[in-house]
């Protein structure tokens, strides 16, 4: 997958694209149906599918403090895009020049740097100037423009919509196969492991330590089962969420156990997807009283893969 930072004229380089525009966060269920059809249709047309979208959130320019947080990393995301067969990803800042312009004005970009042949959005897509654009305007504009649009209906979960929104607020709230069934996948944090307190490591249960940044999603604290990538291989693993009450820890962090794994990654981006909660986050009166927990813990897990 070429992925592309900056705006340029790709109109000589790419024939027929068929342009997927959203800002598909998370990469949920619903953003996928439009994915992919832009991609079969691409495919039917000979053409190139593409992704255009943002590399932040809009409201991070036009209103910080009303931003959502983020249910993935740019790197899962893009991740994701590639696993569906995206062939070219357009992902440009959003600025405050790019918000100032028209939704004529972003049509005319649309056609004067890609000329797609369609584009494929889903039903609440938004663009241009106070997000005056909108699904039935491509319809009847499009074609003034060059292309032709679709409009993907909303996939539903149990009788609602799926959207970003519903599914921050799944895992707000720690209903995580709820979550994971509307993102179709396991809910994922991926970030650096940084150094910690080595106390899981003078425990006999090395961690790797990752912070929880505060513009991004996160479950209640509380310990569960996780899968870890780390450098393409799948490690199973035990995560804690919290602020690790027994040593008064205060930063809020992530902490993960990875079984039958001892090397040094230090600096390296790990994704930890979360499959299942087994307990809540506990004080412990002892050291060792916390390590027949984490025994217990780790029991949980090998009954879970093996």
């Known amino acids: ?28 269920l619903g953003h996928a149906s439009v994915i992919n059809r832009a991609l079969e249709i691409a495919k039917k047309i000979d053409g190139v599918g593409m992704v255009f979208t943002f590399s932040n959130h809009p409201l991070t320019i036009l209103d910080p403090k009303s931003a959502p947080l983020a249910i993935g990393s740019r790197s899962l995301r893009r991740e994701i895009f590639e696993s569906l067969g995206v062939e070219i990803l357009i992902e440009i800042p959003f600025t405050k020049d790019l918000s100032k312009k028209s939704p004529e004005e972003f049509l005319k970009l ?24 909108n699904g039935r305007m491509l319809l009847r504009e499009g074609e003034n423009f060059g292309f032709k649009t679709e409009i993907c209906p909303a996939v539903t979960f149990d009788k609602k919509t799926v959207s970003s929104t519903r599914i921050r607020n799944l895992i707000a709230e720690g209903n995580l196969q709820a979550a994971n069934n509307l993102l179709g996948r396991n809910f994922t944090y991926v970030s650096k492991v940084v150094h910690g307190d080595q106390r899981g490591r003078k425990l006999g249960f090395p961690t790797a330590n990752l ?50 794994f001892n090397s040094n990654i230090y600096g390296e981006e790990i994704s930890v997807s979360f499959l299942e909660k087994i307990r809540e986050e506990k004080i412990f009166s002892s050291v060792e009283e916390l390590k027949n927990q984490l025994r217990e813990d780790l029991d949980a897990l090998r009954k879970k893969f093996f």
Request: aromatic share 10%; glycine share 10%; proline share 5%.
């Open 110 to 133: 649309l056609q004067e740097k890609i000329s797609p042949t369609y584009v494929v959005t889903g039903p609440n897509y938004t663009f241009g100037r106070f997000g005056k654009g």
């Open 1 to 28: 997958m070429e992925i592309i930072k900056k705006l340029s004229d790709l109109t000589k380089k790419y024939l027929r694209p068929v342009v997927a525009l959203g800002m598909f966060d998370g990469v949920h």
């Open 211 to 260: 912070e929880i940044e505060d513009s991004r999603a996160m479950l209640p604290n509380g310990v569960y089962i996780v899968e870890v990538k780390v450098a393409g291989k799948i490690f199973s693993g035990i995560a804690n969420v919290g602020d690790n009450p027994t040593f008064k820890v205060a930063k809020r962090r992530l902490e993960v156990f990875i079984d039958n």
